[in-house]
């Protein structure tokens, strides 16, 4: 069958991933922009759902390169993301049944999540912990817009 010519997508893939590293590379130097972590997380969410392979790995290359602006772990964010969706998604899902509580939780275990679990793993590793800065909460903010509006 052939599809619409109303409902083609015109921007492929790639020029997703390249308006992402450019925009991860302006947001690394510009610290008004978010690093759009949780939007990705949200994404990355609902392709695992959906079991949507090509959009794991393209998620999955969005984070490994998020991780290697900020200095991070290599594979953090996945692993991170992964452990998050399989067992404490569902018992926030099974627990709140407000939307807006469900998207608060999901960037909040996004951004506060991350650096208590990427302080957890630079304990283990014998690494110089994490810096927190008070531009997270800023992020917080646009993000949760950004994430309603998803």
């Known amino acids: 069958m052939q599809r619409s010519i109303t409902h ?15 925009y991860s590379s302006l947001s690394s130097i510009h610290l008004y922009l978010p690093p759009m972590l949780a939007v990705l997380f949200v994404l990355f969410t609902r392709s695992l759902a959906r079991n949507d392979y090509a959009s794991i790995l393209i998620l999955s290359f969005c984070l490994v390169v998020f ?19 399989k067992f404490i998604m569902p018992k926030i899902n099974q627990n709140f049944s407000c939307p807006w509580c469900i998207k608060l939780s999901n960037i909040l275990m996004a951004y506060v999540g991350y650096f208590l679990f990427l302080s957890l793993m630079s304990s283990i590793f014998l690494l110089s912990p994490p810096e927190f800065n008070y531009y997270i909460i800023y992020y917080i903010v646009i993000e949760f817009l950004l994430v309603s509006i998803l």
Do not use: K
């Not at 083609?8 to 450019?22: D, E, K, M, R």
């Open 8 to 22: 083609q997508n015109p921007v492929t893939l790639f020029a997703y991933i390249g308006i992402f590293v450019l």
């Open 67 to 85: 991780e290697a602006n900020h200095g991070y772990m290599l594979f953090s964010s996945i692993i991170y993301f992964y452990v998050v969706y």
